[in-house]
């Protein structure tokens, strides 16, 4: 699919989602005895939509559901509604989840910018692409995700001990992104980035999802400089992952690029070489993206509160004592994990998903029809104050056990649920602790930035440089 046909659909459908354009169904649509039509779901109204412009879109959603409820009617016309209780989203992602496929707008522009992949697939295809990736995610993988983070976390902490001597400020989610980028490369594919490579195909990812979504808003029916410059930066990432695949050296025991191009020389031909290009694609974009974004939220959140800094450092010379962590180190830094799920609670990498409906089923007591679409803020669940005291505010105790077991457990999701939930989860919740960990006890940080403001691409990414100065401990 060519960048032009993405937009052209995501503009009809995904940000046509604020269109004062609403009119309702004129085809019949199933009764269920016990449910209302989903025409009487309260529609968003344009007089108040107005009043909201200056905000972005996930605090525009928190808006609807404030006032209209946990479901909302962005366009009764296309279809399209806004869900935001808990047992609701439940349904969707785990217990009916086979009554549900993600064609959903946002994953066409996520089709250009990570690859069509593991994420962006459905059905069959999909599920032999899970079974077959799925062991380079287990937990008997989790061993080697732990060395080779603590590896590539000690060579950044080096550098970062120059910048402390020359007191030189640099952009912590620059050094973060390029990190998980390096851990990413390393543990998949066996492939050595180095830094300038990893900072360069960082800047390439962002741009490219800068640029994507500067051409959605546009008319997607004209050229413009955005969509050529998303092209310039997509055609640059391809050609490193090319370079990759064409240096690759088997491993013992095979990683997942070995998978992959197995595969493409079985009988059965799995997959072929582009499907191996793009699952690279998925793997290393999402494989930063997710996981640096929450990393850098939760450290620029952590840094203004010194009260939690100094608890955590009380953790990490109890359990550390200036020592390399190990991986049984893992379960003993119980704060350090709390404040990376408070980061994740507050900037969920992955802010919103969204679904279509297969066959009718009933949401919030409504009946839905086939063909409908549903989107989960994930940004504005985490942020619902009926199942987070001062929601607003950062709180890692949030996390311990007790506070966990009274919540209800579709009410954090920084990784989905069910079925379709990340991947990745049990690799993420290495990295991004044992990242901190390191860093914490490394470092002493004066937070340089002022302004967290935010941008929504298909991740939540700060919308200027987070600086910050070091000194060494």
Known sequence: MTINCQLQEYSVCFLGYFSSEYSSLTHGAP??????????????????????????????????????????????????????????????????????????????????????????????????????????FAHYSMPEVFSVTVEKTKEMILRWQRYAREREAFDLAQELLTLMLQISSKVLFHHELNYSKSRFLVNAYGKTQRNVNRAISMSPWCPSLAQWKARITHAQIGQAIEGIIKNHVPQTPADMLDTLLTATRCPMALLSQHDVHEEMRTFLGGGHETTGSGLVWTMATLLQHPEYVERLQHELTAVLDK?????????????????????LRLYPPIWITGRRLLKPDILCGYSMPEESTVTICMYALHRDERHWDEPDLFNPY?????????????????????????????????????VLAMLMQNFEFELLSNDFSHELFFTIRPKYPVYVRVKER
Request: glycine share 6%; hydrophobic share 40%.
């Open 31 to 136: 009764d269920f005895m016990s449910t209302k039509s989903h025409r009487s779901i309260p529609l968003a109204q344009m007089g108040f939509m107005s009043q909201l412009a200056h905000l972005s879109k996930a605090e525009k959603l928190i808006a609807l559901f404030e006032r209209y409820g946990d479901i909302v009617a962005i366009s009764q016309r296309e279809k399209f509604f806004a869900v935001n209780d808990v047992d609701a989203i439940g349904h969707i992602l785990r217990d009916n989840s086979e009554a549900y496929d993600k064609h959903f707008p946002l994953y066409d522009r996520v089709k250009f910018f990570l690859g069509d992949g593991l994420l962006t697939h459905a059905g069959d295809v999909w599920r032999q692409r899970r079974k077959l990736i799925q062991p380079h």
């Open 323 to 343: 020592r390399d962590p190990v991986y049984e180190d893992l379960p003993l830094l119980t704060l350090n994990k709390m404040v990376f799920q408070e980061g």
């Open 398 to 434: 949030r996390f311990m056990q007790e506070a966990v077991s009274a919540r209800h457990k579709y009410a954090y999701l920084p990784f989905g649920t069910g079925s379709r939930g990340c991947i990745a989860q049990l690799f993420s919740m290495i990295q991004g602790p044992m």
